[in-house]
Nanobody, 125 residues
Framework: QVQLVESGGGLVQAGGSLRLSCAAS????????MGWFRQAPGTERKFVGY????????SYADSVKGRFTISRDNAKNTVYLQMNSLKPEDTADYYC??????????????????WGQGTQVTVPS
């Protein structure tokens, strides 16, 4: 069982930056690929980005490519989401998740076994 706790959300003006953290406990963090998802009010949860277990591979949604960066520190059992050039449309609750081993597409929420409680990011228009 893996527990995930996000932090770092808040209110930031358009064009600003935030770094979200996701701290893991209760499992072998370095064996899990990790994803970030977000959910705006009244919408479904959507893929933001992905990082492989080793950190050697990352992938991003088109909407955040070039602005967001995912990294991880396996020694600290933590994955990060650096968000730059924030826009009002980035406003959402952000969730980290640990991917099920040997699952298929990392884009799908059904392939993630463990989820954090979320952290809110607000970018006023």
């Amino acid at each position: 069982q893996v527990q995930l706790v996000e932090s770092g959300g808040g209110l930031v003006q358009a064009g600003g930056s935030l770094r979200l953290s996701c701290a893991a406990s209760g499992g072998t963090f370095s064996t899990y690929a990790m994803g970030w998802f977000r959910q705006a009010p009244g919408t479904e949860r959507k893929f933001v980005g992905y990082i492989s277990a080793s950190g050697g591979m990352t992938s991003y949604a088109d909407s955040v490519k070039g602005r967001f960066t995912i990294s991880r520190d396996n020694a600290k059992n933590t994955v990060y989401l650096q968000m730059n050039s924030l826009k009002p449309e980035d406003t959402a609750d952000y969730y980290c998740a640990a991917r099920r081993p040997f699952s298929s597409s990392y884009l799908s929420i059904v392939n993630y076994a463990y989820w954090g409680q979320g952290t809110q990011v607000t970018v006023p228009s």
